[in-house]
């Protein structure tokens, strides 16, 4: 399933603008058959504890959002590769179908570009409830903001999610001598009240910036969720074993090797965006040789293909140099 939103280049973090770059290089460089094989690996999620709290999170936002008059919304919390966005998809492709709200628009989804401006968040909104959208100029920004709160109600939609919403914090101006919040701060905290639409707000941790500078939205998204990268403890191992048993259609079993599963986290230091993107490529590497499992060589050749053969750090798979 896709998400409903689709992503503008604008739109794209660093992060994603690499990730697709590996994408493009994956199409070049393996078969039909390799690709077949390793790109589902990227679809797999790991149920931990976190996830599950952050989860039980969202569904209690979307849950209560339009029945008590109380505005709803929380924080998610976590470094770049820590799971964050995953833990969206999962909730928004998870919503069962219901008459209460539009298919596909009872939770929206926006990526909050840098140095975000309302006619920004608004132009982006219309255009996932499918409103044609011309530039915006300051005479149509409020008839446009009307047309955004009418279709929030007669779509029934019940969140919001506004990620990498950290970059709110950029057009944070101060008024006076008292932090009011910034012009798009006062726009989410308008859909919220008005339009009794549940907020997540989904970032690293600079995001608590918004917190401290808008007193008024944070009292709304009062919930706070911390996804982080794993040390290299029982749940690291316990986290890795689930994701091999995940993976029934190719033999991952490998990564459960002591050594090998060492040097897996001291590579992502427990990211779990680094991590699937390994398992991905040895994945890739093992199906385009014609094996039906990972082996070492496979990982050695993996960590090639990711970081270089000239990385400044010695490839740790190296089985020469062991």
């Keep these: 399933m896709k998400i409903d939103h ?4 604008e739109e794209l973090s660093e992060i994603e ?3 697709q770059a590996t994408a493009e290089r ?10 077949k094989m390793g790109l589902p690996i990227d679809g797999l999620f790991i149920n931990h504890p976190a996830f599950v709290e952050a989860l039980s999170g969202l569904d209690r936002v979307f849950q209560l959002s339009t029945e008590v008059d109380m505005p709803h919304g929380m924080r998610l919390i976590g470094p770049t590769g820590s799971g964050k966005t995953s833990l969206l998809r999962y909730f928004l492709r998870s919503l069962p179908p219901s008459s209460l709200f539009a298919q ?12 975000p401006s309302v006619n920004y968040l608004v132009s982006s909104l219309l255009r996932c409830y499918g409103y044609p ?44 001598a008292q932090d009011e919040g910034t012009s798009p701060t006062d726009f989410i905290r308008q859909l919220m009240d008005e339009a009794r639409v549940g907020i997540v707000l989904a970032g690293p941790q600079t995001l608590d910036d918004i917190a401290q500078l808008d007193d008024a939205l944070e009292s709304r998204a009062v919930g706070r969720f911390h996804l982080q990268n794993f040390k290299y ?27 090998i599963n060492r040097k897996l986290h001291e590579i992502t230091l427990g990211n779990l965006r680094a991590m699937k993107r390994l398992i ?13 499992a990972v082996d070492a060589l496979h990982v050695q ?17 190296d089985l020469k140099a062991a």
Excluded at 241 to 258: H, L, P, S, T
Excluded at 280 to 292: H, N, R
């Design 233 to 259: 403890d029982k749940f690291w191992l316990a986290l890795t074993k689930r994701f091999v048993r995940q993976c029934d259609w190719f033999d991952i079993a490998i990564f459960m090797d002591q050594d």
């Design 17 to 19: 603008l690499e990730d």
């Design 104 to 115: 596909g628009l009872g939770a929206v989804y926006l990526r909050v570009c840098k140095r």
């Design 301 to 317: 050749k993996s960590y090639e293909m990711i970081y270089g053969v000239a990385a400044q750090k010695a490839n740790p798979y």
């Design 133 to 176: 959208v011309r530039r915006i100029s300051a005479e149509s920004l409020e008839p446009r903001i009307n047309v955004v709160l009418e279709a929030i109600r007669q779509k029934g939609t019940r969140v919001i999610i506004f990620d990498e919403a950290q970059n709110l914090a950029s057009a944070i101006v101060r008024r006076g």
């Design 6 to 9: 689709a992503f503008t280049d």
């Design 280 to 292: 991905t490529e040895s994945v890739l590497v093992a199906a385009q040789q014609g094996a039906t």
């Design 26 to 35: 994956r199409l070049q460089t393996y078969s039909n058959h390799a690709l």
